[in-house]
């Protein structure tokens, strides 16, 4: 059984487009002991690259603590021929989702659709539970695109509405290192949201509720909406009534003493001011520089477990 | 998952797709009318009339096609790529022009 660790590198080196030839030549290693290492074949310890340079290898692809980064958006590509295998051409990122899964994904779409054009060019967003990741997907310009979420079964789409428009500008300047980790995830939200206000409107339109009013609302109770006597549970219409009743005291486990009736508190005696000042001496106080802070122990780091050992599970 | 319209302005190429209508039906109306386009003036061969049907046929293939693309396009834009729209189209234009151009 492979090591995941091959299998990860051998898929994000297909998406990346790195080739052997690269790779081995980013590393300082030789083609022939990153062969040996990815096919997982029986060699000696001179013949593979040392840990050293699979660190190397792993931090080029982006994997950072046995994961993908999450402070940027990976960019993956997956190149369709005319007559392609689905389950081959997209063996890299079943593998990425069968690892790192389960993820959203969303349609990055220009905003004017380009009326004369010969390329096939499709980007996706993908939206993992620690990063993000854009998957570029270039068919042929005769054929349809043969990427379907419905094929993986880690993978779904993030809303009904699965295409987001970019402005152009943006979206032709879509490559490695363009959007950052919040554009992603605004984009992807704005996707996920955008049927939920489509249903908002609706219904507020069935209930006759004009947007002037929700305003209003709003804007009036500074957004301490669930204090109203009606409110409207989800989406769905069903109206909760609430009471304008103050909530109960959380019963309280300490025990507070007695009060004290006034006949037991005993009146303190008067005091002359002048001779309580005389009677207590007034002594130097040295001011003594406060000794600086012993240094606090470095809190010991993790051990680093670069370990793939899960095996991969097969469908 | 439900096939929304997606919120992509198809407008530019409704403009294009227009743009190749007018121009067919405007060489139609050239041929029709004047008589020095006429084809079969300068040169004639065999069969010309029965090329003329097959490349009608295939041109309005080819529409029909194309019009089916692009529906589909407006469903789920990251499934049928524009090229694959605009490619069977510019064919279209092409061949129904040859049969307009052939006919007389």
Redesign the interface.
């Known amino acids: 059984m492979l090591n995941i660790n091959e299998n990860v590198v051998k898929a994000l080196m297909t998406l990346r487009g790195i080739t052997l030839e690269n790779m081995a030549n980013l590393i300082h290693a030789t083609e022939a002991q990153l062969w040996m290492w990815l096919e997982g074949a029986e060699a000696s310890e001179e013949e593979k690259p040392s840990a050293d340079r699979e660190r190397e290898i792993l931090a080029l692809l982006g994997l950072h603590e046995n994961r993908p980064r999450g402070d940027v958006v990976h960019y993956w590509t997956i190149r369709e021929n005319f007559l392609c295998n689905v389950r081959t051409t997209y063996a890299p990122l079943l593998v990425m989702l069968e690892v790192f899964g389960p993820a959203k994904v969303v349609?990055l779409?220009?905003?004017?659709?380009?009326?004369?054009?010969?390329?096939?060019?499709?980007y996706?967003g993908l939206q993992f539970d620690t990063f993000f990741a854009i998957l570029e997907v270039q068919?042929h310009?005769?054929?349809?695109?043969r990427?379907?979420?419905?094929l993986f079964s880690n993978l779904t789409?993030a809303s009904?509405?699965?295409?987001v428009?970019i402005p152009d500008a943006e979206y032709d300047k879509l490559e490695p290192g363009a959007l950052s980790v919040f554009s992603m995830h605004k984009r992807i939200q704005f996707s996920t949201e955008v049927?939920l206000w489509d249903s908002l409107r609706e219904l507020a339109l069935d209930r006759g509720i004009r947007a002037e009013e929700v305003i209003t609302l709003l804007q009036s109770s500074n957004g301490d909406v669930l204090n109203r006597a009606e409110r409207v549970e989800g989406v769905t219409g069903a109206r909760v009534e609430v009471r304008d009743t103050p909530l109960e005291a959380p019963a309280v486990a300490v025990k507070l003493p007695p009060v004290q009736t006034p006949q037991a508190v005993a009146t303190p005696p008067a005091v002359k001011q002048e001779a309580a000042v005389a009677a207590v001496p007034v002594t130097p106080v040295q001011v003594t520089a406060p000794s600086p802070a012993a240094p606090s122990a470095p809190k010991p780091r993790p051990a680093r477990t670069d370990d793939f050992s899960v095996p991969l599970r097969r469908q | 998952?439900?096939n929304?319209q997606?919120?992509?302005?198809?407008?530019?190429?409704s403009?294009?797709?227009s743009v190749g209508i007018v121009l067919l039906m405007s060489a139609s109306t050239a041929v029709s009318n004047v008589p020095a386009l006429a084809f079969s003036s300068y040169f004639d061969f065999l069969y010309r009339k029965e090329v003329c049907v097959v490349l009608y046929a295939l041109g309005a293939l080819l529409g029909i096609y194309t019009w089916y693309r692009h529906g589909k396009r407006k469903e789920m834009?990251?499934?049928?790529?524009?090229?694959?729209v605009?490619?069977p189209y510019c064919l279209f234009v092409f061949v129904t022009l040859l049969a307009i151009a052939i006919t007389k």
């Open positions: 349609h779409a220009r905003e004017n659709d380009p009326a004369v054009t010969t390329e096939a060019t499709a996706f068919g310009a005769w054929r349809s695109i990427f379907d979420p419905d789409w009904s509405a699965p295409s428009a049927p | 998952m439900d929304q997606s919120s992509i302005n198809h407008g530019l190429a403009t294009v797709y834009p990251w499934k049928f790529p524009q090229s694959s605009f490619l």
